[in-house]
């Protein structure tokens, strides 16, 4: 705050006094400042208010903060007038494809221009290394194949079987599908033939 006509000054606003023609404040709320300017024994007042304006408080979320890698989310911010984000983005509402596990932090400007900051954190599991293989992976009409699968937690096959390792006897070529689950839920699959081969016609 700056005073000016006279040759000395004195502030206060109700509470606190203070000396100068110039002075810094902080106010936490809107307050109004009188200064008595002195020249020799005559004085004078003049007035000076200082408006508060209220940080927003900022908020944000995401549809899911677990996905698996090549999965997206949409994360959302609330509280304020205008948002930018530490990944470029603007808009209250942001789509993100992580990588890697990422912290995304939003600033969100009041109308009034005060500013604040929140913080979201995505964590990214990546999808399981699921393979297959059949064993034997050419068997005659009748006989049978045992499947395994690795790389995951659970398994689910394409004919409606589960486990890890299953046994089938298909009447003609079949290429079975594989899907793995991790523990924390995130898939792959894998797919296995089994060559079937025709009896000689004696």
């Not at 109700?14 to 100068?20: A, R």
Request: charged share 0%; glycine share 10%; proline share 4%.
């Amino acid at each position: 705050l700056s005073a000016s006509g006279a040759s000395t000054y004195s502030w206060t606003d109700g509470t606190n006094n203070y000396s100068g023609n110039s002075i810094t404040v902080t106010p936490t709320v809107n307050t109004t400042y009188t200064v008595t300017g002195t020249i020799g024994t005559c004085s004078a007042t003049a007035t000076v208010s200082v408006t508060v304006n209220a940080t927003p408080s900022l908020t944000v979320n995401a549809t899911d903060n677990q996905l698996c890698t090549g999965e997206s989310a949409t994360l959302t911010a609330n509280g304020a007038n205008t948002y930018s984000w530490s990944n470029g983005g603007n808009g209250s509402s942001i789509n993100v494809t992580p990588n890697t596990s990422t912290t995304y932090t939003v600033t969100g400007i009041s109308a009034e221009g005060c500013s604040n900051t929140a913080s979201i954190s995505i964590t990214v599991n990546p999808v399981p290394n699921v393979s297959a293989n059949a064993s034997p992976n050419t068997i005659c009409i009748g006989g049978s194949s045992t499947l395994s699968a690795s790389g995951a937690n659970t398994y689910s096959w394409s004919n409606g079987s589960s486990g890890a390792s299953i046994t089938v006897s298909p009447s003609s070529t079949t290429t079975y599908t594989v899907t793995g689950t991790s523990t924390a839920g995130c898939t792959n699959t894998a797919t296995v033939t089994v060559n079937v081969i025709s009896a000689p016609t004696i």
